[in-house]
């Protein structure tokens, strides 16, 4: 076994579109606005891609872990405490442990 393996999202590479939205909440299209990515004890401004009310897409060219604990603070809006939920192309799912409101 002495194979490496690393959950950058590129272990299952993913050809066809998804075809259902399995997702149970609206995500709201955010292309032009940032926020402050915490990762590491390190700030990052990122650029949203979407948003809801328990987690977030951000692009970020860091290679955070999955399961990572992170931190996401949205414009006009205290940071929210997260987990990193998958890593591909630049893009990263965040899951935020107490929904926004």
């Given at each position: 076994?002495g194979?490496?393996?690393?959950l950058?999202?590129?272990?299952?590479?993913?050809?066809?579109?998804?075809?259902?939205?399995?997702?149970?909440?609206?995500?709201?299209?955010?292309d032009?606005?940032?926020?402050?990515?915490?990762?590491?004890?390190?700030?990052?401004?990122?650029?949203?891609?979407?948003?809801?009310?328990s987690?977030?897409?951000v692009i970020f060219?860091?290679?955070?872990?999955?399961?990572?604990?992170?931190?996401l603070?949205?414009?006009?809006?205290?940071?929210?405490?997260?987990?990193?939920?998958?890593v591909?192309?630049?893009?990263?799912?965040?899951?935020f442990a107490?929904?926004?409101?």
């Amino acid at each position: 076994m002495g194979a490496k393996f690393s959950l950058d999202g590129g272990m299952i590479p993913r050809t066809v579109k998804r075809m259902f939205d399995e997702r149970c909440e609206e995500r709201v299209e955010a292309d032009l606005q940032t926020a402050v990515f915490t990762h590491r004890g390190q700030e990052h401004v990122v650029r949203l891609v979407n948003v809801s009310a328990s987690g977030a897409m951000v692009i970020f060219s860091g290679m955070p872990h999955i399961g990572e604990a992170v931190s996401l603070q949205l414009l006009g809006r205290d940071a929210v405490i997260g987990h990193v939920m998958w890593v591909r192309d630049g893009r990263i799912g965040v899951n935020f442990a107490a929904a926004l409101e």
